[in-house]
């Protein structure tokens, strides 16, 4: 077989695994992490909300009263969660939500914040 035509064959598989793996880093990426949710109870809405961390910050933006709002967030090594607001009267609040996660982890944490204090959390978090 001449080496265009041996070429020509290698081209598709190669095309292929590429693709697969590109949809593959995709799929997992999507699913890394763990999904938080923080809901406004209080009756002011929060401001310039963002997650963080351990190696990371997640910017959610203002929750008005009685919304919610959802972002995944992946540590880079053992975390916990703390959620950074500005209250209406302009006063900065950064709480500790708890949990305990890390690279890995996958699941779900609901925070519910009423009149700038934590007042209930939700986990269903879990190693992979």
Not at 6 to 14: D, F, S, V
Not at 88 to 115: H, N, Q, W
Request: aromatic fraction near 8%; glycine fraction near 10%; proline fraction near 4%.
């Amino acid at each position: 077989m001449s080496e265009p035509k041996r070429r020509k064959l290698w081209m598709p598989a190669i095309v292929f695994a590429l693709v697969a793996g590109w949809v593959g880093l995709a799929a997992f990426q999507f699913r890394s992490g763990v999904r938080i949710i923080v809901e406004n109870a209080g009756t002011s809405p929060l401001k310039s909300v963002v997650l963080h961390v351990t190696g990371a910050s997640y910017a959610l933006g203002d929750i008005a009263v009685g919304k919610s709002a959802t972002m995944r967030v992946r540590p880079t090594g053992e975390s916990h969660l703390e959620i950074e607001f500005t209250r209406s009267d302009g006063e900065t609040r950064r709480l500790d939500a708890g949990g305990y996660f890390e690279p890995g982890y996958l699941g779900a944490m609901r925070v519910e914040i009423k009149d700038g204090q934590i007042f209930r959390v939700e986990e269903d978090i879990r190693l992979r």
